[in-house]
């Protein structure tokens, strides 16, 4: 999804800093990584019950952080709720950015987008998770709409956001994928959506798009007689049997 390589890390934002800081003070518990571990702020909506104990065991092996975009900053507009009934997988087009590389940037000057504004959208490239080899990190909650797939159309209002990291070694691109994949299956079970609900990018047609972006391209196949030039195939059907392993 971000074609600008980030060759130097951005000065880390305040935010950033603080959750930095709670997290050496205040280490989160696996429930609290999902369901937001600041109290619901005034006009937000509360998010459903933690997860059961097996869901919260899977998800304390992935090292994910929480990074989340501050209320109403960069795209993250804490009343615009869902429930989601997808997942959507993306790559981040950054070959070498990391998933806290990924956390400055949305955290520090966000990611603007120049048409989603054209559809009563935020203005802004928001989504959920980004996952690289060694950890992930959390910028929006499930339960909150993000902009990542389809200008406000079902990718965008009804799917949870996964970004995953791309790499030119080969061991690092297939342990992104594989923390990817745990993520989803984790996601999957604790919002009860079936492993044919989680998705490529290219699944939602858009505007700019007829076939849809071709993205997760870590996970599509070239196929110059496909609509788009792109399709689905041996990669994207070993991804979901790998969440199936996992669920």
């Known amino acids: 999804m971000i074609s600008a390589v980030m060759k130097d890390l951005p000065q880390i934002s305040f935010h950033f800093a603080m959750r930095q800081l709670l997290r050496l003070f205040c280490p989160l518990t696996a429930a609290l990584i999902m369901a937001g571990c600041t109290a619901t702020q005034p006009g937000t909506s509360t998010t459903p019950s933690a997860p059961s104990a097996v869901v919260d065991s899977r998800l304390q092996t992935l090292n994910i952080h929480q990074a989340l975009l501050p209320a109403n900053v960069h795209g993250r507009l804490v009343n615009r709720t ?33 048409n989603n504004p054209r559809f009563g959208r935020s203005g802004w490239v928001a989504w959920h998770f980004t996952v690289d080899d060694r950890e992930g990190y959390e910028h929006l909650l499930p339960t909150e709409q993000g902009d990542h797939a389809d200008y406000g159309g079902p990718g965008d209002t009804e799917s949870i956001g996964i970004e995953i990291c791309e790499f030119r070694d080969a061991g690092r691109q297939a342990a992104a994928i594989d923390r990817a994949a745990r993520l989803a299956a984790v996601l999957a079970d604790r919002y009860g959506i079936p492993t044919s609900n989680i998705v490529p990018h290219k699944h939602w047609p858009r505007w700019d798009f007829k076939y849809g972006k071709p993205c997760p391209r870590i996970l599509l196949e070239r196929d110059r007689h496909a609509p788009g030039g792109w399709r689905t195939g041996a990669k994207w059907d070993a991804f979901l049997r790998m969440v199936d392993r996992y669920r």
């Open 82 to 114: 869902m429930h989601p009934q997808y997942i959507t997988i993306h790559s981040t087009e950054n070959r070498g950015g990391t998933a806290e590389a990924h956390a400055h940037l949305l955290l520090g000057s966000g990611k603007k987008s120049k």
